[in-house]
């Protein structure tokens, strides 16, 4: 079993803990995130590339100078767990879709809840962008960093202005 690396980064939205293993990326954790591996501080892996490399595309990211990820990914979930992840990478950066709209890309449209549920267990967040999954009526929905941070993803990448 590969080690688990990681590392701490400061962002607008909190301090995130980011995992590797030696060869992808496994988790993006916000502070108020329920499911943190247990990490013990001193503890080396090998993933300090992987890591070096995704810290460098957040912060890019943060600065508003990149709009895609280009890292090695590791999600581990279900068979529908994949395949909704899989389609949340396809969310073009600056855009949104409802959580109805990926349950028909899915071929499922009934599926709208488990769609949601699936989003929420997304392990790697910010980089697989469930933030841009909004509900049918336009209005925030459930997020695992909390809806301040979604709010503030979104009006980071321009694409959601709420009346104020």
């Known amino acids: 079993m590969n080690a688990t690396a990681f590392s701490c980064l400061s962002t607008p939205v909190g301090e995130l803990t980011l995992t590797a293993s030696d060869a992808a990326l496994t988790g993006v954790y916000f502070p108020s995130s329920r ?3 247990r990490l013990h501080a ?16 957040l912060e890019e990211y943060f600065a508003g100078s990149r709009t895609t990820f280009e890292l090695p990914l ?3 979930g279900t068979p529908f767990e994949l395949r909704v992840w899989e389609m949340l990478q396809r969310i073009p950066y600056g855009t949104t879709t409802s959580y109805g709209e990926l349950a028909r890309r899915l071929d499922e449209p009934s599926a709208s809840r488990a769609v949601g549920t699936a989003n929420a267990r997304n392990p790697i967040p910010i980089i697989v962008p469930c ?3 909004i509900g049918a009526n336009g209005d925030l929905t459930g997020y695992g960093g909390g809806l301040d941070r979604k709010l503030w993803l979104l009006e980071h990448e321009g694409c959601y202005l709420p009346l104020r």
């Not at 080396?44 to 995704?54: I, R, S, Y």
């Open 74 to 76: 590791a999600l581990a």
């Open 35 to 37: 499911q943190v591996p």
């Open 42 to 57: 001193g503890e080396q892996g090998a993933g300090g590339e992987v890591l070096a490399l995704a810290r460098r595309q």
């Open 131 to 133: 933030h841009r999954v």
